[in-house]
């Protein structure tokens, strides 16, 4: 598994960034520079920025069984990945920054026992509950990598998908985009990841999807570390009622709501950096 690492390879806390279904670990470049950045303004321990990209997207390997493209897996690679860093250098403080997927993730390594625990748990716009029509949605792009001339025909082609995300320059837009995408033998680009993530998307009921959810309450409600949930205002994905039903179990979320977004905010502009760097006493 492939990831981008920021700040001091010796330092004992550690923050993850990890992303949503379809991206990759690069997104984080701004906020991982100002998490390293402020803990060093505030005089702070030095903090280790991990940023993966989850099996099947960006550098990270593909699996030759699509069916095996599900959470489970997923988690299990990134408690392997804690491990090892900590082998190498000791982590006395893991934090945890995931946006949608890499929420979920986060939420079920943060209910287990593990040998380096969870000890502040950002969820950036997700939680146990996901709409149906959210899934539906998945369901109709997820797979199509598409085939582009540049990177800027590539990055128009995301932004028609991602406007939920929230405004942004053409020039941040594009930066958010370049790492999306790999270069094919003629010259050519794709979006960076294996079609074959749709398999277990499409195969995705509304029933499955109502037992899942059940499921993710239930490890939510084994949340104990200190956790805040970002909101985009306008989110399809995570309803009013589902933000509502966070705070009063569980970890009891604190809520920071982004209005003129939806799902999700990219955590790339300064006020919502902000939210994180306050979130783990970053703020000087």
């Keep these: 598994m492939?990831?981008?690492?920021?700040?001091?390879?010796t330092a004992s806390h550690v923050v993850f960034c990890v992303h949503g279904l379809t991206r990759q670990g690069r997104d984080f470049d701004l906020l991982a520079q100002a998490l390293v950045g402020a803990a060093e303004a505030a005089k702070l321990p030095s903090v280790r920025v991990i940023c993966p990209d989850v099996v099947g997207r960006g550098r990270s390997d593909w699996l030759t069984d699509p069916m095996a493209y599900q959470f489970p897996q997923y988690a299990s690679d990134m408690a392997v990945l804690i491990?090892?860093?900590n082998s190498q250098h000791p982590i006395q403080r893991l934090d945890w920054v995931g946006t949608s997927m890499g929420g979920v993730i986060g939420m079920l390594l943060a209910a287990q026992e593990l040998t380096v625990p969870i000890r502040n748990l950002v969820l950036n716009d997700i939680g146990p509950p996901v709409s149906w029509k959210s899934i539906q949605n998945m369901q109709t792009y997820v797979g199509e990598v598409g085939r582009f001339a540049t990177v800027q025909d590539a990055a128009n082609a995301m932004w028609e998908i991602s406007k939920s995300f929230g405004p942004h320059s053409d020039a941040e837009w594009l930066a958010l985009?370049?790492?999306m995408v790999r270069r094919l033998d003629d010259g050519a680009y794709c979006l960076h990841y294996?079609?074959?993530?749709?398999v277990p998307i499409s195969?995705?009921?509304e029933e499955a999807a109502k037992a899942g959810e059940?499921?993710?309450w239930h490890i939510y409600d084994a949340i104990r570390c200190k956790?805040?949930?970002i909101h985009g205002a306008e989110s399809e994905l995570l309803s009013r009622d589902a933000v509502q039903a966070m705070t009063e179990r569980g970890p009891r979320v604190q809520v920071a709501t982004v209005q003129g977004v939806g799902h999700a905010p990219t955590l790339t502009h300064p006020d919502q950096i902000d939210l994180v760097l306050a979130f783990l006493g970053l703020l000087a």
Excluded: I, N
Excluded at 2 to 9: C, E, K, N, Q, V
């Design 83 to 85: 491990q090892s860093l």
């Design 194 to 198: 294996d079609p074959q993530l749709r």
């Design 214 to 216: 059940a499921t993710l």
């Design 2 to 9: 492939a990831y981008a690492s920021w700040g001091p390879a």
């Design 227 to 229: 956790t805040l949930l």
């Design 203 to 205: 195969a995705v009921s």
């Design 177 to 179: 985009s370049q790492h």
